[in-house]
Nanobody, 121 residues
Framework: QVQLVESGGGLVQPGGSLRLSCAASGSIFSIYAMGWYRQAPGKQRELVAH???????KYADSVKGRFTISRDNAKNTGHLQMNSLKPEDTAVYYC???????????????WGQGTQVTVSS
């Protein structure tokens, strides 16, 4: 059984910062990639940032220069540092991991339950 748990969401004023964390637990052999997605009311879920096991990253154009994704391979955790937050960043943020479980061949995608980020004055 694998579980992803996000933390760090909340209410912040425009221009402020938040740091989201994602902790993966369970029978994990290896996490190949981790990503952060977000879904605002009435909109489709979109990729925010992605990082591979080797550290290669990619970002949505709307967050480049403001958000930074990182991971700790030894601890099976990921983080999303969000700076210069804007009202349009308001959404539920979801952690995603492509991983291989112990004793199971192949990768599978897992999702966290989501954490609310609200940017408002």
């Amino acid at each position: 059984q694998v579980q992803l748990v996000e933390s760090g969401g909340g209410l912040v004023q425009p221009g402020g910062s938040l740091r989201l964390s994602c902790a993966a637990s369970g029978s994990i052999f290896s996490i190949y990639a981790m990503g952060w997605y977000r879904q605002a009311p009435g909109k489709q879920r979109e990729l925010v940032a992605h990082i591979t096991i080797g550290g290669s990253t990619k970002y949505a154009d709307s967050v480049k220069g403001r958000f930074t994704i990182s991971r700790d391979n030894a601890k099976n955790t990921g983080h999303l540092q969000m700076n210069s937050l804007k009202p349009e960043d308001t959404a539920v943020y979801y952690c995603n991991a492509d991983l291989q479980s112990i004793g199971i061949l192949g990768m599978r995608a897992y999702w966290g339950q989501g954490t609310q980020v609200t940017v408002s004055s």
